[in-house]
């Protein structure tokens, strides 16, 4: 066998069965490899945005790590922004980018490309395999790398002649993703700070594993015997939410909202989760979110077992089941009347059905979403942690792929969902069960408001022209149709509860545009 085939033969061995791929010249061989070797499952995307953020969705909802193809350095630099995301996530990934043959890197070629210093600032691990018969070894230890504690994105980089010359066989994968342990010392530390009172203003702060719908009720007892509160990141790679689990809020990403809830805080238990801080600085604002004096105890860092940690926790302060506090039930109902981000987020709520996975990326319209969304039926949620925009729709694609049995709500803005707007025809090409939701409201929202905040002054028009995306207005629906997605336009509640009634009982992919 080649040095391609043995790679591929190595993949599939070590559990990484899905391939996200746009390849090229340097890939062929790879390819080929695909016909002869049984197992691996192949998605083609038409941008590499789109094959490293379904890579990304693929990993938060399997759990086990999908492998990228990618072609030499413009290929992988294409897929950066959403690796970026997948890095802030930890996410496990395992890229494979296709390099030029070794005696031609010399040239010069128009492609060639350090593509090592390319893929380092968003890969925890690189390599390049230095001749065929490493390829194995290589591809095993990359995939060790995308299942460590926590997970990392790793990437192999293949010159050609490793990948057609021969190659001696497979090479093994030791051991199975886990989570690291955590600290006892810094449970028993946690235990001391919440048993030494204080109540309200002790925050336990939660991400990772620990907005698990367990790690959830674990931080509900915990709650309901100290008096802490309890909330999650601005923005979290997974999170269990909906009736009959614990609804938490997250820190507000607006500074003005934020600092007034953060401000009576003495102390501030981290569960995976990082030191509050602003998304971006702004004249005469702070850039650390936590009041002065405030201390930080760190609990549980990326990638260590939280769940473990929160049982050990919560037996520490013998919180049991019984110290649980009732949440006060929420009703919703479906909206009627014109849209507006209030009945939006009701229509959503109502349409949510069991078990969905809520992939969202609506950065300005679904600041409202979340109240209501928490007395949906049960579901996950998904957020993008690196905020580099085109996030999710590639997402949904691949937590489509890993759980086809699961209905995926993606929500995104009109100017978000054109960076990686090609994610509907592989959503089309392989029927995946993704209702893509585009709030069209013809502007950068976000950035109007991020002019304000930074004090750039009253924008002229030349500087509303940068802003606003209404010349010409683009047609969703007529993009989706044209890429094999059904679609239709809403502009009232309504006609929004009738098109999410009909997408959610429908299998495939859909589209709503929502004109606001």
Not at 181 to 209: E, I
Not at 291 to 306: I, K, M, Q, Y
């Amino acid at each position: 066998m080649n040095g391609a085939e043995s790679l591929v033969r190595t993949l599939v061995a070590g559990g990484v069965d899905v391939c996200f791929t746009n390849p090229g010249t340097s890939e062929m061989h790879f390819v080929a490899a695909l016909d002869r070797v049984e197992g691996m499952r192949c998605v083609l995307g038409l941008f590499e945005g789109v094959v490293t953020g379904a890579a990304d969705g693929y990993f938060r909802m399997k759990g086990t790590p999908a492998s990228t193809l990618l072609h030499l350095g413009p290929g992988l630099a294409n897929g950066l922004a959403n690796l970026h995301n997948a890095k802030k996530a930890n996410s496990g990934i395992v890229n494979i980018v296709g390099q030029h043959a070794t005696y031609h890197i010399g040239y010069n070629a128009p492609l060639t490309s350090d593509i090592e210093g390319l893929a380092r600032p968003m890969s925890a691990w690189v390599r390049t395999s230095p001749d065929a018969k490493s390829v194995a070894a290589d591809g095993a230890a990359a995939i060790a790398a995308a299942r460590s504690s926590p997970p990392q994105v790793a990437t192999l980089i293949l010159p050609a002649d490793t990948a057609w010359n021969e190659a001696d066989g497979i090479a093994q994968v030791n051991g199975e993703t886990q989570r690291a342990n955590y600290s006892a010392q810094a449970v028993d530390h946690a235990a001391k700070v919440l048993r030494n009172g204080g109540g309200s203003q002790n925050l336990l702060l939660l991400t990772g594993s620990a907005l698990t719908e367990k790690g959830l009720a674990l931080a509900q007892q915990i709650a309901g015997k100290t008096g802490c509160k309890v909330m999650g990141q601005t923005y979290n790679p997974r999170m269990a939410r909906g009736r009959g689990r614990y609804a938490i809020d997250r820190i507000p990403y607006v500074i003005e909202q934020a600092l007034p809830i953060l401000k009576d805080f003495k102390n501030i238990l981290l569960v995976e989760a990082n030191d509050p801080v602003a998304f971006f600085a702004y004249p005469n604002k702070p850039s650390m979110l936590k009041p002065e004096g405030c201390e930080v105890h760190r609990v549980t860092g990326g990638g260590e077992n939280s769940v473990a940690a929160l049982e050990a926790l919560a037996h520490a302060l013998g919180a049991r089941p019984a110290d649980v506090v009732p949440q006060k039930p929420m009703d919703i109902a479906k909206p009627t009347g014109p849209l507006n981000h209030a009945n939006i987020a009701q229509a959503i709520a109502m349409a949510i059905p069991e078990n969905a996975i809520v992939v969202d990326e609506s950065i300005t319209t679904g600041r409202q979403f979340f109240p209501p969304t928490a007395a949906a039926k049960p579901h996950d949620w998904l957020q993008n942690m690196g905020g580099s925009i085109g996030f999710s729709p590639p997402v949904a694609t691949g937590a489509a792929v890993a759980c086809p049995d699961r209905k995926v709500i993606c929500m995104v803005g009109d100017g978000s969902s054109m960076y990686t707007i090609q994610a509907l025809w592989t959503q089309a090409r392989e029927s995946l069960n993704v209702v893509t939701i585009v709030f069209a409201n013809r502007i950068y929202q976000i950035l109007r408001g991020e002019f304000d905040g930074v004090g750039a002054g009253e924008p002229g028009q030349r500087a509303m022209d940068m802003l606003r995306i209404d010349r010409p207005t683009i047609d969703f629906v007529a993009l989706a149709r044209g890429m094999g997605v059904p679609g239709r336009a809403v502009t009232t509640a309504d006609e929004f509860n009738k098109a999410l009634e009909e997408a959610m009982a429908e299998p495939g992919p859909r589209l709503i545009e929502v004109q606001m």
